[in-house]
């Protein structure tokens, strides 16, 4: 069952958005029409490889542990709570709590390396909840960036995904069924033991190592070596890493797990040894500060306070004493504020926070330090305390220009655009000529759907650098809304003018096209997107979709191939690749492409409709009643499916089904002419019924002569 928008299940969840698809399940987010506020949720759709029997059993037995567990576990603040399961037509949903944030695989990019101090945090959180899981007897089995969030709200990490759970004194598969298997698990975070079926509490330890390695070296854990004589990852050398996390990490990833921490708990603690030892050295001598962070003279400070400390001396006494302490508190604050400004530029935001909060604790009134406390919370994706420390800065200084370019940023993330536009324009007040000012300003009004007010933005942002390639981008995106393809497509020109390899700007450029119907320029837009980035899987599918256009069906296909080869389940990249084949009459071949459509969108009555079609086509004319009738079960108005039905239905001389069918498809359709004819033609083909002599010729033939 394909979820589409606007549809509602369970009576009272409706769909939004889709938010992700996965191997075991779509998830959307969804409208609670029982509370009020437009309540919104996540629903979790299940969706089995196949639809046999035994694989639907070990696909309910799946989701009905999942909601189990989550039952169980929903009681901890970071894991999502569990508010429904239920099954209906055979489709098996869960409704849970919705998390808005990013997951990590957005901090642990490719080629980006965490410190040490930023690694231990990360390894102390997940750990944290899992110590919570691990205590319930759960095992999460498939702990991976992706299946942790980092919450917009607080910044916390929340760990989500617990279709794979499997309790500890259960067994996930039953006596005789071992054939079944279930891919449990992500690759590169799933140990040996887990990947042959025997999780261990353990298994979960290897995959939180893996992620903290992949935190420390940048690189994904599939692409680790592993050292052949004794199976362990190979990764210290890619890392700049103490001796004691290095150990750590290692038994935390041992190929035996006999030889790992047994448990979360265990690990965690070893983990706040850790902290503990580097905790108390936190000296930046290794750490060159730039010339502006450097401090004053040395002989000021003492000079200043040897003098203070002569007129105490001298009689004036208190206020004398008032004005020694607040010049010590003053310095201190100073000192605390340049070390927040180091760990800041070095990404150590947990110890940047610290300093500038022991900084404000010095000196309450000190936007600076506010500021870079904003800072450092808007790195930490705690967007509401930033907008407090923004404030603070801006209550003690009203035209600190950087602190409201900061409050505008952390109301953009918290989606207050309207705030955030009004932050916007009072830096614009206090700096009119910021080119990030309007620029900001624009992306903002973007997201309030305020297009003309958005063009003028950037219109300002582009007399002030008329090369900046990010503002004609935007600028063309909003005439794009506006429907204005033309003039989207020279701000476009203007953006890869600037800038040649900008995929999205060459993508959209493209879909601007293809709303003018210039579908040849279209296709070499799109392949300047994919020249730039191969793996653009949108374009790769606009492509094919502008070069079906041209009826040049042989390419499309091929670009569609490319599509798929980079997002497998676009169901609407394997339908267009059906229909390209269908034109050019590879029936066969069209088929495979519509069933995977199918599977990546069980509700996708087109591709449904399209398979009969080819099914008719071979001639595989009961192959394509069955699809027909899937496609009126979906929607029971599609007469073109009803009429298609009829005629498979007498091409097997079955004419009293065909002429319902021709009747089902003249219901929603009355005016249907080709219904009506081949009706009639049907009724003619049923074997005429003898006509029943009346009574009176009865009893006169029954008469003698």
């Known amino acids: 069952m394909n979820l589409g928008l606007g549809q509602t299940i369970g009576g009272r969840y409706k769909i939004i958005t889709q938010l992700g698809q996965g191997g075991f399940g779509t998830t959307f987010v969804a409208e609670d029409l029982h509370l009020p506020g437009n309540y919104q949720c996540v629903v979790k759709q299940l969706k089995p490889q196949s639809t046999d029997p035994l694989t639907l059993e070990t696909a309910r037995r799946l989701f009905e542990t999942e909601a189990k567990v989550l039952h169980q576990l929903g009681n901890h603040e970071q894991i999502p709570q569990l508010f429904a399961y239920f099954e209906e037509n055979q489709e098996f949903y869960l409704v849970q709590e919705l998390i808005e944030g990013n997951d ?61 759970v499997k309790q500890v004194s259960t067994q996930v598969a039953k006596e005789g069924r071992t054939s079944i298997t279930v891919a449990i698990g992500t690759p590169g975070y799933r ?68 030889e790992r921490y047994p448990s979360a708990a265990s690990a965690l603690q070893a983990l706040k040894d850790i902290r503990k030892v580097s905790s108390t050295t936190v000296a930046l001598s290794a750490v060159t500060l730039p010339k502006r962070w450097m401090a004053k003279p040395k002989l000021t400070k003492p000079f200043l306070i040897k003098v203070l400390i002569s007129v105490v001396f001298l009689g004036l006494g208190v206020v004398a004493t008032v004005l020694i302490v607040y010049l010590i508190k003053s310095t201190n604050a100073a000192d605390l504020y340049n070390r927040g400004q180091t760990f800041l530029e070095l990404k150590r935001y947990e110890d940047a926070l610290t300093a500038y909060n022991q900084a404000v604790l010095l000196r309450p009134e000190y936007p600076e330090a506010w500021k870079g406390k904003g800072d450092t919370l808007l790195e930490l994706k705690r967007y509401k305390e930033a907008r407090n420390a923004y404030d603070k800065a801006i209550q003690s200084q009203p035209d600190y220009w950087e602190a409201w370019m900061g409050r505008g940023n ?34 903002v009004q973007i997201k309030l759907q305020h297009y003309s007010e958005a063009i003028a933005s950037f219109d300002k942002a582009l007399n002030l650098q008329p ?53 040849q320029e279209a296709v070499e837009s799109y392949d300047k997107a994919v020249q730039f980035q191969p793996s653009y899987a949108n374009a790769w599918y606009s492509r094919g979709s502008a070069l079906m256009n041209l009826r040049q069906y042989e390419k499309a296909i091929a670009s569609f191939d490319q599509a798929v080869k980079y997002n497998s389940e676009d169901s609407q990249a394997w339908y267009n690749r059906g229909w390209a084949l269908h034109q050019l009459q590879r029936y066969e071949e069209a088929a495979k492409s519509y069933n ?91 074997p005429l019924t003898p006509k029943k002599p009346d009574d009176k010729t009865q009893q006169e033939r029954s008469e003698p002569y």
């Open 191 to 258: 140990p040996s033991e887990q990947a042959n079926g025997n999780p261990k509490l353990s298994s979960d330890i290897y995959a939180v190592g893996m992620v903290g390695i992949q935190a420390l070296t940048g690189i994904s854990p599939e692409q680790l070596p592993i050292n052949p004589d004794t199976g362990e990852i190979t990764w210290q050398d890619k890392a700049s890493v103490s001796p004691e996390l290095a150990k750590l990490l290692d038994r935390m990833v041992r190929y035996d797990f006999r």
């Open 596 to 686: 995977k459509a199918i599977r990546f969108g069980r509700k996708f009555y087109q591709a449904w409709y399209n398979l009969g079609n080819a099914f008719y086509n071979l001639k595989r004319y009961p192959d394509a009643i069955a699809s027909y009738n899937r496609v009126v079960e979906i929607k029971a108005d599609h007469y073109e499916a009803w009429y298609s039905r009829g005629n498979a239905l007498v091409n097997l001389k079955r004419y009293s089904d065909a002429i319902q069918s021709y009747e089902q498809a003249l219901r929603y359709k009355p005016d249907y002419q080709a219904a009506k004819d081949a009706r009639t033609q049907a009724q003619s083909q049923l």
């Open 467 to 519: 090369n900046y390639a990010p503002a004609w981008y935007r600028r063309g995106w909003a005439m794009h809304n506006l429907h204005q393809y033309e003039d989207a497509v020279k701000s476009y020109d203007k953006a890869v003018a600037h800038k040649p390899d900008f995929a999205e700007a060459w993508y959209q450029r493209g879909n601007a096209l293809i709303n003018l119907q210039k579908y």
């Open 104 to 164: 990590l695989s957005q901090e642990l990019t490719p080629g980006k390396q965490l410190s040490e101090d930023q690694a231990i945090s990360l390894l102390k959180d997940i750990l944290a909840i899992l110590d919570f899981v691990h205590q319930q007897k759960v095992i999460h089995r498939d702990i991976n960036p992706r299946n942790l969030i980092r919450r917009r709200q607080d910044g916390k990490l929340i760990l989500i995904d617990f279709g794979a």
């Open 410 to 443: 952390a109301l953009n993330d918290l989606q207050q655009y309207k705030e955030a536009v009004n932050s916007f324009d009072v830096a614009l007040k206090i700096k009119p000529d910021s080119l990030e000012a309007w620029d900001s300003r624009g992306r």
